[in-house]
């Protein structure tokens, strides 16, 4: 029976890179969401896609000598073979680049342009290029660094058009507040409540004139439209929005929940809600922000070499073993650490030890002891009634869990149930039972129960994991039917007697541990290192923004000195801070440098810097800084500047 509809979408993916399991852990769950909706009745539409738009796009394209719109067609190939890989069901897949949606998108724009809700100004501003995000000051971290991505922010200034988003700060806030279930978790909730709504929102940069990949503003094609604003169109130009045929926009609009990254949560709680308002249709229902997957103690950085890729772990050890793993280890909506040590340790002790182990031994008594045939059940025993209920009750409580979208919390629940049949066989010892004839009928009967236990658990496991799902009815002789579909697992004896079943191969071969993790070690590094060739060093291009000029009078203004670094270290209240002792001629000068992510204190010691020796003191978290350091930076790299040839400290720049 038909419930309703229920849509879900992930984030569209920025195809920059190849995919890793932080994309993968996203998309897997929504996967398992919608899975587990069509399973239980639903009328499901499962969005995802890419957003395929803006400067780093085009500037990625063009240091590759091609074009936007070729460059990324190969990596969403790429990208479409990996969720083709990982069997996802999505039902339709966006690209920002679908005419639909481009010409949606310009309607869109051009609505609430009529409306007054887009004008026309000039921005200047903070603005972080592989984010593709406009900031305030107020709103960069210490050295006017990303609050996201943690890279150096740029000034920008050039002719733009702006959503009025302060309009509708109020009407936010209380939707924030007589709506909790907008945005999950309530960590999440709180971070935009206090630090970007109360404080205060500005009207958004919805354009741009410094690059032309992007969809053009209709009045206007010398600016293209901000590629956060075409993006979160997406998710109602898949369903039709800005076209003549609606009707999958009726059906399925408002969302019942965007899962994305907590980095992209402002995107989709702030700004995606305001344009909702300004266009007067429905918000989404939910906004679930997941936490990241980390590697060890470290965040996933190509740089680092930490990536982990889906790849060589589905080809290793299967599909579901992968999404098993993503959606067990971690509670969704905080960060999790991934290790292959404890992906093969959960593999081993869950998949091999707890659910292989038990098809694996059930199967073979049924064979054993009863020729492959499923024995009608007989004599009860004081066991039979605790199993039952365990088992019977399971569905409600994995139903619950992942409506709350904590699937650790559904997959522990179907694995309380796994780990009592195992228990059951333990406490009836049919291998016993099977040695007195006298015993048959409550041989049977254990056996029976062990047989429609696992049925009942194939069918939880389902959504997480089809493709075992479908080995274990092979195995006890089940097909897609009546005694497989979600209400059968509320209920208990559903198995005909009769059934012939069959032992197959091993679902989860137990692994040697210490052996495997140096074996996939090994085969992953390769793989990063296949897909991630080191490169030859390219003189970088570097688009230059020019300063207001200046007359030599003031330049002379500026005190720049020789100093040497001896000695160096850690602020004491912030990370990215270190506390440097320069050298310069007979004295000694403390700065405070927002370095230390490029730097290690130790590898300063003895570096030749260049001071602005002339600047006035100020306190950055508490400690006094007597001047600044000179660097280059861009996106990703910050270097100090130096001399060519040794110059005693002290010696005046000019």
């Known amino acids: ?24 852990y996203t998309t897997v769950a929504a996967d398992v969401l919608a899975r587990f909706k069509r399973f239980t009745g639903y009328d499901v539409k499962f969005l995802t896609g890419t957003d395929e738009h803006g400067e780093k796009i085009q500037k990625a394209a063009e240091t590759r000598g091609m074009k936007p719109k070729e460059y990324v067609d190969e990596i969403v190939d790429g990208i479409k073979d990996v969720w083709k890989r990982m069997d996802i069901s999505y039902d339709k897949f966006i690209r920002t680049t679908d005419e639909d949606h481009v010409k949606a998108v310009q309607k869109i724009f051009q609505k ?61 806030i209380k939707y924030f507040e007589e709506n909790p279930e907008i945005c999950y978790p309530e960590s999440r909730k709180n971070e935009m409540l206090n630090n970007f709504l109360k404080p205060g929102l500005e009207d958004l940069c919805v354009s741009r004139t410094t ?17 956060w604003f075409d993006a979160v169109c997406n998710y109602i130009t898949a369903l039709g929005y800005g076209t003549d045929n609606l009707e999958e926009y009726n059906k399925f609009w408002p969302a019942n929940v965007h899962i994305v990254g907590k980095e992209i949560v402002r995107f989709h709680t702030i700004i995606w809600p305001a344009i909702l308002m300004a266009l007067d249709i429905p918000l989404p229902k939910m906004v679930y922000g997941h936490g990241w997957i980390m590697f060890g103690d470290d965040k996933m950085s190509k740089s680092k070499g930490n990536i982990v890729y ?19 280890e971690f509670a969704f909506g905080q960060d999790g650490h991934y290790t292959n040590r404890v992906f093969i340790s959960r593999f081993n002790s869950d998949l091999s030890n707890d659910l292989g182990n038990l098809v694996s031994r059930t199967v073979a008594m049924v064979e054993q002891y009863n020729d492959g045939m499923l024995p009608e059940p007989g004599i009860g025993g004081e066991f039979d009634a605790d199993l039952k209920e365990i088992v019977i009750s399971a569905a409600d409580k994995v139903e619950k869990a992942i409506d709350k979208l904590q699937f650790h919390e559904g997959l522990e629940e179907i694995w309380k149930v796994i780990r009592r049949v195992n228990k059951y066989i333990d406490e009836t010892t049919p291998w016993i039972l099977a040695k007195d004839e006298n015993n048959k009928d409550r041989l049977n009967t254990v056996l029976y129960n062990l047989v429609d236990s696992i049925r009942v658990i194939s069918i939880l496991i389902k959504p997480f994991m089809e493709n075992t799902t479908e080995k274990i009815w092979e195995q006890i002789g089940l097909t897609n039917g009546e005694n497989t579909n979600w209400e059968s697992a509320s209920i208990f004896g559903k198995i005909p007697a009769g059934t012939k ?11 040697d541990v210490e052996k495997e993790i140096k074996e996939f070690e090994k085969i992953n590094e390769e793989y990063f290192y296949t897909i991630n060739p080191p490169e030859e060093p390219a003189e970088p291009v570097v688009e230059i923004t020019p300063k207001p000029e200046i007359t030599i009078d003031e330049f002379d203004k500026l005190e720049l000195r020789v100093a040497e670094v001896i000695k160096a270290e850690k602020h004491p209240k912030a990370d990215r801070l270190l506390v440097l002792q320069l050298k310069v001629g007979t004295e000694t000068r403390q700065v405070v440098s927002g370095i230390a992510e490029y730097y290690k204190p130790e590898k300063l010691v003895g570096k030749t810097v260049i001071l602005v020796a002339n600047l006035k003191p100020v306190k950055l978290r508490g400690v006094e800084s007597q001047g600044m350091i000179l660097a280059a930076s861009n996106d ?6 130096g001399l060519d040839g040794k110059m005693p400290t002290g010696t005046l720049i000019s």
């Open 112 to 172: 609430l342009y009529d409306q007054g809700d887009i004008y026309k100004s000039e921005y200047e501003g903070w603005y972080c290029t592989p984010c593709e995000s406009f900031w305030t000051a107020s709103q960069l971290k210490e050295g006017n660094l990303c609050p996201d991505c943690n890279r150096p922010a740029h000034i920008t200034k050039e002719e733009a058009y702006f959503f009025k988003l302060s309009k509708y700060q109020d009407r936010l």
């Open 211 to 227: 690059f032309d990949w992007g969809i053009p503003v209709p009045f206007d094609p010398k600016h293209v439209i901000y590629v």
């Open 636 to 641: 990703d790299k910050l270097v100090l500047v």
């Open 501 to 511: 079943v069959k032992k197959g191969e091993l679902l989860f071969p137990r692994l």
């Open 310 to 328: 889906p790849d060589p772990i589905i080809q290793r050890y299967g599909i579901d073993a992968l999404k098993y793993f993503l959606l067990r």
């Open 1 to 24: 029976m038909k419930k309703g509809s229920y849509y879900v979408t992930t984030p569209i993916y920025y195809p920059s890179a190849k995919l890793h399991i932080g994309h993968t």
